[in-house]
């Protein structure tokens, strides 16, 4: 039995393109992405698990995982390994893709136009145990302009303001050693320990206008 997975399907902020996914109800799902004003239609194996679709604010560039085929999520479950994704970047002006392993989320930065956050899996099964153990993964910040990117370490929660213009990311690492909450400016590239402490921080909310946060 085949059918649309409606409930996530999106449509670009320019309503000019229009992705969902597809296939049947335990096998490999197909993702169609297709422009609104003609008969163009691109389509992407994205495995077995269902994925989330995003586009950035300005309409350039479309998001969405790819998991493992059907059958070898199944063998992992069996086995008790973790099923890695991979994340999927779409330039909408040519379909050039670039791809990256082990993602476990990601997020465009809002207003701007310029920035995807990618924070990646550790690859293992096994939840951090005991209060000092470090919680916090790589996070990749890539510029979709200049293909740049830029590695910050043990980040274990992250968020753009409104305007994408900064950054506020959390480091829990081993030992809760440099343990903070930062902030960064994505225009002049700069970053401000707001706070260092032997502590654990998570939950960043930026207010609607993005000129403050909370966390816990």
């Known amino acids: 039995w085949e059918y649309i997975r409606t409930n996530g399907a999106q449509a670009s902020a320019d309503g000019k393109w229009f992705a969902y996914v597809a296939g049947p109800t335990q096998g490999d799902l197909t993702l169609s992405l297709r422009k609104t004003q003609d008969t163009t239609n691109y389509a992407y194996k994205i495995g077995g698990l269902n994925s989330a679709i995003s586009f950035n604010n300005n309409s350039e560039f479309i998001a ?23 994340l ?10 670039t791809t990256f392993n082990n993602v476990q989320s990601y997020t465009f930065a809002n207003e701007d136009n310029k920035w995807i956050a990618i ?3 550790t690859g293992s099964s096994v939840p951090p ?4 153990a470090a919680k916090g ?10 293909k740049k990117s830029y590695n ?7 968020s753009f303001n409104k305007s994408g213009q900064f950054l506020a990311y959390i480091v829990d690492a081993n ?3 440099g343990n903070g909450i930062f902030l960064m400016n ?15 921080y998570s939950k960043i909310a930026w207010n609607k206008e993005g000129t403050a946060f909370s966390l816990l």
């Not at 145990?129 to 000092?132: E, K, N, S």
């Not at 910050?152 to 929660?157: E, M, P, R």
């Open 129 to 132: 145990r005991g209060d000092d």
């Open 175 to 177: 030992g809760k050693n």
């Open 137 to 146: 993964n790589d996070l990749l910040l890539y510029n979709l302009i200049t």
């Open 186 to 200: 994505l225009t002049s590239g700069t970053t401000n320990a707001l706070e260092n402490d032997k502590a654990n």
């Open 64 to 86: 969405f995982y790819e998991s493992p085929n059907f059958k070898e999520i199944k063998a992992n479950e069996k086995a008790k390994k973790p099923n890695s994704r991979k």
């Open 152 to 158: 910050l370490g043990n980040v274990s929660d992250y």
């Open 119 to 121: 924070r990646f899996d």
């Open 88 to 97: 999927k970047l779409v330039s909408l002006k040519d379909t050039a893709t």
